[in-house]
């Protein structure tokens, strides 16, 4: 006679930790402020790296520990990541110009090399921001500290999982032309989902099931 009850009681605390459209809609608002907020701290351009690095461990915080961290901790990291990451926004941004200026070139035919020359550079640059991704989540579990060695986790984690890469690549390019297409209040906004995205993609894990034979 008690079976039932108890059924009843153990079941209560699954119920309790379903998530419904509240949740949903409070993670939505807290990634587009947090786009806003990585949007500011990046504006003087070479605070770029920092302000990454900072919003990433933030992202990698709500996901592994369940909530968002304070102001001061994401003032602390954001101020500890300036020194060494000056240097990562420069080659960055460097990067991303010289691909973007190629790229144009190509598109608009003042450089020779035709489509092909196009599909090859634009495949590059998706590796390369593939890459770029991987290494700003690899950052983020740091507590936005060590560009270096995430950089290192981020080539092992390429190596070693193509998926993954291509995956992390894939969101950049969606991300870079949603940039586009979207108007430039909203870009904020998607930069955070788009970290958001980057981790989720980083924390998949490969099937290793097997059929039966």
């Known amino acids: 006679m008690t079976a039932a009850p108890l059924a009843q009681e153990e079941a209560e605390p699954t119920r309790r930790d379903w998530r419904d459209w ?34 990433s461990a933030a992202v990698h915080d709500r996901l592994a520990l369940g909530g968002w961290p304070d102001l001061r901790t994401t003032l602390a990291r954001f101020g500890r990541a300036v ?76 190596l070693a999982r193509p998926g993954t890469w291509a995956a992390a690549g894939g969101v950049c390019a969606v991300a870079a032309l949603l940039g586009i297409l979207v108007t430039p209040v909203a870009v904020p906004i998607l930069a955070g989902y788009a970290l958001a995205a980057l981790h989720a993609v980083a924390a998949r894990r490969p099937s290793t099931r097997t059929e039966a034979p």
């Not at 701290?41 to 302000?51: E, K, R």
């Open 22 to 55: 509240r949740d949903t809609l409070r993670d939505a608002t807290d990634l587009a402020l947090l786009g806003f907020a990585l949007t500011l701290a990046a504006l003087p351009v070479l605070t770029l790296a920092p302000a990454l690095a900072t919003a």
């Open 83 to 158: 020194p060494a990451g000056l240097a990562a926004s420069a080659v960055g941004v460097a990067v991303a110009v010289a691909l973007g200026v190629d790229l144009v070139a190509l598109a608009t035919g003042r450089v020779p090399g035709g489509g092909v020359a196009l599909a090859g550079t634009a495949v590059v640059t998706a590796a390369l921001a593939g890459y770029a991704g991987l290494t700003v989540v690899a950052i983020g579990r740091t507590g936005g500290r060590g560009w270096r060695g995430a950089a290192r986790v981020a080539a092992r984690t390429g």
